[in-house]
């Protein structure tokens, strides 16, 4: 049985100097991070790798990301909650959560949307997330996989690049990141000078790779 006292919170748990988290956002997301440090470096190469990330839809543009982060917290510790915001500070409908624990996941989408109700965001929806690290860079024609790779590196950070070419002189390229997080990014700003890469070329998130 969830306290019905939580409600009684005048200041987001997150300002309790017993838990240690930070808060701050970057460009349309707002970001509260467990400043916890891990010693299991397996552990946190997995966070790093958004492993057990849920997907939180149906929030309200009144809801605040501490609210979110207030309610999932009665389940167990916290990670990450990454809450997307318009230009004026307002939800977007939609964040991605991470306990500390990875393999917490399964449980959490079970009792997540029972938590939500009890507190009346009875429109508020979760699922496992996608975790889409990949992105495909198509349209290449007559440009060395140097040069593309050279230029890749001077625009955006990434894990490793594959390329493949599909018929003389014509390839794409698929990219890998360490995390979604990375890939998203990297994909704005790809998508800002796409046509260095050739007038051809486009990116896409890689969704069978």
Same mark, same amino acid.
């Given at each position: 049985m969830i306290a019905n006292s939580f409600d009684s919170f005048d200041r987001s748990i997150f300002e309790c100097q017993l838990i240690s988290y930070t808060s701050y956002q970057k460009n349309g997301t707002k970001y509260i991070k467990s400043r916890k440090m &891990?010693?299991?470096? $397996? $552990?946190?190469?997995?966070?790093?790798?958004?492993?057990?990330? +849920?997907?939180?839809?149906? +929030?309200?543009?009144?809801?605040r990301a501490?609210? #979110?982060?207030? #309610?999932? !917290?009665?389940?167990?510790?916290?990670?990450? $909650?990454?809450f997307k915001v318009d230009y004026s500070g307002k939800s977007r409908g939609f964040a991605y &959560?991470?306990? #500390?624990?990875?393999?917490?996941m399964p449980t959490a989408l079970?009792?997540?949307?029972?938590?939500?109700?009890?507190?009346?965001?009875?429109?508020?929806r979760v699922r496992q997330s996608s975790n889409r690290?990949?992105?495909l860079l198509k349209g290449i024609c007559c440009m060395p996989p140097e040069i593309v790779f050279d230029m890749l590196k001077q625009s955006i950070k990434f894990d490793? /690049? *594959?390329g493949r070419e599909i018929y003389p002189g014509y390839f794409e390229y698929q990219i890998l990141? !360490?995390?979604? *997080?990375?890939? *998203?990014?990297?994909?704005?700003? $790809? /998508?800002? !000078? #796409?046509r260095k890469f050739g007038r051809n070329a486009t990116v896409l998130w890689d969704r069978y790779g």
């Amino acid at each position: 049985m969830i306290a019905n006292s939580f409600d009684s919170f005048d200041r987001s748990i997150f300002e309790c100097q017993l838990i240690s988290y930070t808060s701050y956002q970057k460009n349309g997301t707002k970001y509260i991070k467990s400043r916890k440090m &891990l010693d299991d470096k $397996l $552990l946190q190469q997995q966070l790093n790798s958004c492993a057990g990330e +849920i997907f939180i839809t149906g +929030i309200s543009r009144e809801t605040r990301a501490e609210r #979110i982060a207030e #309610i999932a !917290s009665l389940l167990g510790e916290l990670y990450l $909650l990454r809450f997307k915001v318009d230009y004026s500070g307002k939800s977007r409908g939609f964040a991605y &959560l991470q306990y #500390i624990d990875p393999n917490f996941m399964p449980t959490a989408l079970i009792q997540l949307p029972l938590l939500f109700r009890q507190y009346k965001y009875t429109k508020i929806r979760v699922r496992q997330s996608s975790n889409r690290c990949k992105l495909l860079l198509k349209g290449i024609c007559c440009m060395p996989p140097e040069i593309v790779f050279d230029m890749l590196k001077q625009s955006i950070k990434f894990d490793k /690049l *594959v390329g493949r070419e599909i018929y003389p002189g014509y390839f794409e390229y698929q990219i890998l990141f !360490s995390c979604n *997080v990375e890939a *998203v990014y990297a994909r704005r700003d $790809l /998508l800002r !000078s #796409i046509r260095k890469f050739g007038r051809n070329a486009t990116v896409l998130w890689d969704r069978y790779g």
